[in-house]
C-alpha cells in the first residue's frame, strides 16, 4: 500500500511566479490536509478538504492560495504570486476518516529565489 | 488560541538512558492527542491517545493522556542513536471537522552512542 505521494519533491519558483504542489493520498483515504512548516518552526495546518469540498481552511492566508481535492486526481495547493516568505516545507497527510490518525508525504520544498 | 506547549524543548542523551517528553496543550472541541517522530523528512505517526489514563506502548516507546490536567507524555526507554529526531505532539480539534492538528514546537532529542 503506497503512502502519501507528493510531487514535486523540491520546487524552486522567481517572485511573482505560481507553485502548483500536487499531493496523492493513500489508497482508501478520502481527507486530505495540508500543512506548511516554515524554516525554524513548527508545522501548521493549513486546509482540510475532502472529495469535492473544502472542509476547513481557516488556516489559508486569505490571499494568493487556494486548494482543491476534485472528484479524480490529486489534491492541489496553489501559490500564485510566491514571494521569498512563502519558502517552506509544504506537507500533505491523509486519513480514512474525519478524526483518524494522519500520516503525511514526504512534503515539498519550496524555495522562491 | 489554540495553544500547544512541549518541553524540554531539546534534549541531548546517551544511549540505553530513558526519555520523558512532555506536552500541554489548550485547545477547544478536543477529540484526541498525536505524537510524531520526524527526521529529515516527513513525520512519521507514532500513537493516537483519545482516554485519559490508556497507556499505548510500541515497543521502547509509550503514551499517556490527562484529559484533566491537559497533558501528555511520551517516555523512550533504552534510547538509541536512531532515536534521534523531533517529537511533534498535535491535539485534534476544531469544531465539526476534527481535521485540524495543532502542533507544538517540538522536543529535538539527540542520542549520542
Known amino acids: 500500500n503506497a503512502g502519501v505521494m507528493q510531487n514535486p519533491r523540491h520546487l524552486v519558483r522567481r517572485r511573482g511566479q505560481e507553485a502548483r504542489l500536487r499531493c496523492s493520498p493513500m489508497k482508501g483515504h478520502s481527507h486530505v490536509y495540508w500543512y506548511r512548516q516554515l524554516p525554524e518552526e513548527g508545522l501548521k495546518f493549513m486546509v482540510y478538504l475532502q472529495k469535492e469540498n473544502i472542509i476547513d481552511e481557516s488556516g489559508m492566508p486569505k490571499e494568493r492560495f487556494s486548494a482543491e481535492f476534485p472528484k479524480e486526481g490529486p489534491s492541489i495547493l496553489r501559490i500564485q504570486q510566491v514571494v521569498r516568505g512563502d519558502s517552506a516545507a509544504y506537507f500533505c497527510a491523509s486519513s480514512p476518516r474525519a478524526g483518524d490518525e494522519q500520516y503525511f508525504g514526504p512534503g515539498t520544498r519550496l524555495t522562491v529565489t | 488560541e489554540d495553544k500547544v506547549v512541549q518541553s524540554p524543548l531539546s534534549l541531548v542523551v546517551h544511549e540505553g538512558d530513558t526519555v520523558t517528553l512532555n506536552c500541554s496543550y489548550e485547545?477547544?472541541?478536543?477529540?484526541?492527542l498525536l505524537w510524531y517522530k520526524q527526521e529529515k523528512k516527513a513525520p512519521t505517526f507514532l500513537f493516537m491517545l483519545t482516554s485519559s489514563g490508556i497507556e499505548k506502548k510500541s515497543g521502547r516507546l509509550s503514551s499517556i493522556l490527562d484529559k484533566k490536567e491537559l497533558f501528555s507524555i511520551l517516555n523512550i526507554t533504552a534510547t538509541q542513536t536512531g532515536d534521534s529526531a523531533i517529537y511533534l505532539c498535535?491535539?485534534?480539534?476544531?469544531?465539526?471537522?476534527?481535521?485540524?492538528?495543532?502542533f507544538g514546537q517540538g522536543t529535538i532529542l539527540t542520542v549520542h552512542p
Open positions: 498535535g491535539p485534534n480539534a476544531g469544531g465539526t471537522s476534527y481535521g485540524k492538528l495543532t
Open positions: 485547545v477547544t472541541n478536543f477529540r484526541s
